[in-house]
């Protein structure tokens, strides 16, 4: 079996810890877990994520490449849809806050756009649970942004405040 087709049935099947172990040992994986940031099912993005976040931590100089990576994909040049990578950011920060330290800016400066707004407030959240310090500053430059009547915007703009207050209460 193909490394891709692996990693996409690990992924399917729920078997992130086990994932986890392989790519900290093999950074070769990350480039098949890029690929599932863009799958059609949310559980198999969403532990893409997770597990980029745990192998950026792993491998540093790759981690801050990716996450160089993901911010460009939100560029309107590249042509990519990049909303699919804010989670992956948001778990690298997470994991390891300062590989995405010189994006939060760049991340946060973006919530005047709709459809990238609930997933960047979700990925500030998850970087303020490790690291409150580089996402408090933002907070003022994204809350004239946030639309409490979108579905769920209210409620990550609240869990992401929170978090940067060290609150870990959930509302989404």
Do not use: F
Request: hydrophobic letters at 45%; a negative charge.
């Amino acid at each position: 079996m193909r490394l891709s087709e692996e990693v996409k049935e690990l992924l399917q099947q729920g078997r992130e810890t086990e994932l986890v172990d392989r790519v900290v040992a093999d950074a070769r994986i990350v480039r098949p877990l890029l690929a599932r940031l863009y799958d059609p099912e949310d559980d198999v993005r969403d532990r893409a994520s997770r597990v980029l976040g745990h192998a950026a931590a792993a491998h540093p100089e790759l981690g801050r490449e990716v996450a160089r990576r993901l911010i460009w994909a939100l560029n309107d040049e590249s042509t990519t849809n990049g909303v699919y990578g804010i989670p992956a950011l948001g778990q690298i920060g997470r994991q390891a806050p300062d590989l995405v330290a010189l994006h939060v800016s760049a991340l946060a400066r973006m919530a005047w756009d709709q459809g990238l707004r609930l997933a960047i407030l979700e990925a500030l959240a998850e970087v303020a649970r490790s690291s409150p310090d580089l996402v408090a500053p933002e907070l003022e430059a994204i809350e004239p942004h946030v639309d409490a009547s979108r579905p769920g915007e209210d409620a990550a703009w609240r869990n992401l405040k929170n978090a940067v207050e060290g609150d870990e209460t959930h509302e989404c």
